[in-house]
């Protein structure tokens, strides 16, 4: 099994940055995947970003492209998420996930999720 612990979340205004991490702990070494989900108040859960363990391939979603960047962290075992030029509908909960499996953009390709952070942007 795998922990996941999320931080770095908070207020911002828009057009600013913020930067998520996600510190892994468990069984990480046979990882496929890690990625970041986000669920905004009566939506469903977006896939925000991907990053496999294997060879570092990486995937965004569609509304955080050119603006979200992921990385890992190999010293710590995490993976963040900076975020910049936030707009207000990137308020959100951010979840943290990871997979044995696969990788994939649906909720239900995830076995293991954080607690999640929140994200807000607003003046």
């Known amino acids: 099994q795998v922990q996941l612990v999320e931080s770095g979340g908070g207020l911002v205004q828009p057009g600013g940055s913020l930067r998520l991490s996600c510190a892994a702990s468990?069984?990480?070494?046979?990882?496929?995947?890690m990625g970041w989900f986000r669920q905004a108040p009566g939506k469903e859960r977006e896939f925000v970003a991907l990053i496999t363990w294997s060879d570092d391939s990486i995937y965004y979603g569609d509304s955080v492209k050119g603006r979200f960047t992921i990385s890992r962290e190999y010293a710590k075992n995490s993976v963040d998420l900076q975020m910049n030029s936030l707009k207000p509908e990137d308020t959100a909960d951010y979840y943290c996930?990871?997979?044995?499996?696969?990788?994939?953009?649906?909720?239900?390709?995830?076995?293991?999720w954080g607690q999640g952070t929140q994200v807000t942007v607003s003046s």
């Open positions: 468990g069984r990480t070494s046979s990882l496929y995947v």
């Open positions: 996930a990871a997979s044995y499996r696969r990788a994939g953009t649906r909720p239900r390709d995830y076995e293991y």
